[in-house]
């Protein structure tokens, strides 16, 4: 009888300290590490002038004229973490002006949105230019 209950007990001892073995080979410890970078851009307008980039005058009136080409770099400075941008050209007072009118930088994609979206990532302390000329079309309206 004695040696009944002591192989019982041994082989609960056994039993216990195997699948505490299990359970400590199953579990594992793991640790994320999550960065937050920082959205800083700013818009810079320019015009060549005399075959020298300057600054876009600021609340300067343009008279358009049909057929006319303006000068105008629209320009976005990153100076926070890298980041896709994007961009929404409107106009007022006038539905004669679309996508065709604007000389855009070649990585720029109109999307179903009304938004042109730049393909590649914009890095730290990098720019693009979002287009460098708008085309005023020869049938435009005088009115």
């Not at 976005?76 to 409107?90: F, H, M, P, Q, S």
């Not at 007072?93 to 000389?103: K, R």
């Not at 990098?126 to 309206?141: K, R, W």
Request: hydrophobic share 35%; glycine share 6%.
């Amino acid at each position: 009888m004695k040696q009944k209950i002591l192989a019982f007990v041994l082989g609960m001892l056994m039993l216990t300290s195997g699948s505490g073995l299990i359970y400590a080979r199953s579990t594992a410890s793991v640790t994320n590490n999550f960065e937050f970078g920082v959205v800083d851009i700013r818009l810079e307008e320019y015009q060549i002038r005399n075959g020298k980039e300057v600054s876009y005058p600021k609340n300067k009136t343009v008279y358009l004229v049909p057929g006319m080409v303006i000068s105008q770099i629209p320009r976005i400075y990153n100076e926070g973490a890298d980041c896709y941008v994007r961009a929404k050209l409107t106009f007022r007072n006038t539905d004669e002006l679309d996508e065709t009118s604007f000389n855009m930088g070649k990585n720029w994609k109109l999307a179903d949105d009304g938004y042109w979206y730049y393909t590649k990532v914009l890095s730290a302390d990098d720019d693009v230019d979002i287009f460098s000329e708008l085309h005023i079309p020869d049938d435009f309206s005088q009115e």
